[in-house]
């Protein structure tokens, strides 16, 4: 049982690499794209710049600081410079991952790396993040929603809804002690390992003792100012094209895009995400060809060129590492 486990945990990527390329090529014969020609005959380049700007230093920067208060009151502390190298990193390494956000969990692993003696205390605030920062996001979408008459918004604004619901649920219960000490009476007397189950205990248990009513009211102007950011960087790229689309109707779509494209079935969300900017932005008389070659470009500027960084940083980090150690 645990070979064919083993087997399937090494054919997912393989399958979901399958998944993206099917939806990508699906997409282009159905819309009829040719997003290259759209890539070489990009009226108004200079957008580019705003947009490299945007995601080389606002987002790095309002990242760190949202992360570093989080960890100041779980009681780590950390430098800005170490936050940006681990974010940097972890967009590196995440990017294989499902979904659009996979590096989540590579941040958790080098944040816990980095504070062994405090095992779950530091990671408990990327869980921490990832809850707030996704309700804030489908409240957004909720309210903007009012603002456009789209064909389909409606139930769009209804599955958000659910989606807040379900995870307010979700984290008022994880964050309650008393599922913490219910859980954990359960998974002692279920089979595990102990390393494993050791780390979820006190991950769990450092989670319910966060405060979480003073790092909303320190972190959700930032947490905002976040989100806003990536969506006007929507509206930057498609001024490349020329186009002067409302920032309303940014902020209604662009949240329903992000969240779709967080179903882990694709790797970094490709073509789960591609489609979604294709159906969405047509509905208002969008080519698809801009729609999927602005979500590509989106991708590219946002975590594809964050992602080369990390790399380099990466490397950098191993040969500094091998240095140390031969020099001792």
């Known amino acids: 049982m645990s070979l064919v486990s083993a087997k399937l945990r090494k054919s997912f990527p393989v399958i979901q690499l399958i998944i993206s390329v099917v939806l990508l090529f699906f997409i282009v014969y159905k819309y009829h794209i040719s ?46 410079f170490q936050i940006l190298k681990i974010n940097f990193i972890s967009i590196f ?13 590579i941040r958790l692993y080098l944040i816990e790396k980095r504070h062994k003696a405090t095992p779950g205390k530091a990671g408990s605030t990327v869980v921490a993040e990832k809850f707030l920062g996704f309700m804030l996001l489908c409240l957004i979408g909720i309210g903007f929603s009012f603002t456009v008459h789209l064909e389909k918004i409606v139930i769009c604004r209804l599955l958000l809804i659910v989606m807040v619901l379900l995870i307010a649920g979700l984290f ?14 359960k998974l002692k007397n279920a089979k595990r390992s102990e390393k494993v189950f050791s780390f979820i ?5 450092s989670f319910t003792v966060l405060p979480f009513g003073k790092i909303i009211i320190c972190t959700l102007p930032i947490m905002l100012l976040f989100q806003l950011i990536t969506i006007v960087n929507v509206k930057i790229l498609f001024s490349t094209y020329g186009l ?29 995400r591609e489609g979604a900017f294709v159906y969405f932005y ?37 040969i500094s590492k091998k240095d140390v150690l031969k020099d001792a």
Not at 201 to 205: D, E, F, M, R
Request: positive net charge; proline residues 6%; aromatic residues 10%.
């Open 35 to 80: 997003f290259f020609k759209r890539f070489a005959q990009i009226p108004h380049p200079q957008w580019i710049f705003v947009s490299l700007f945007i995601s080389l230093v606002l987002i790095p920067i309002l990242g760190a600081i949202r992360w570093k208060i989080m960890l100041n009151f779980s009681g780590i502390r950390e430098g800005i």
């Open 93 to 105: 390494w995440g990017i294989m991952l499902p979904s659009s956000d996979g590096f989540a969990a």
């Open 172 to 185: 008022l219960l994880l964050a309650n002690k008393f599922t913490y000490n219910t859980l954990t009476q």
């Open 201 to 205: 205990v006190s991950l769990h248990k």
């Open 244 to 272: 002067d689309i409302p920032i309303l109707t940014h902020l209604a779509l662009v949240p329903i895009i992000q969240i779709i494209s967080l179903i882990p079935v694709t790797i970094s969300g490709f073509g789960v």
């Open 282 to 318: 047509q509905t208002i008389g969008v080519s698809p060809s801009i729609a999927m070659s602005v979500s590509i470009m989106n991708f590219l500027i946002l975590t594809g060129v964050p992602a080369l960084i990390g790399g380099i940083w990466s490397i950098i980090s191993q």
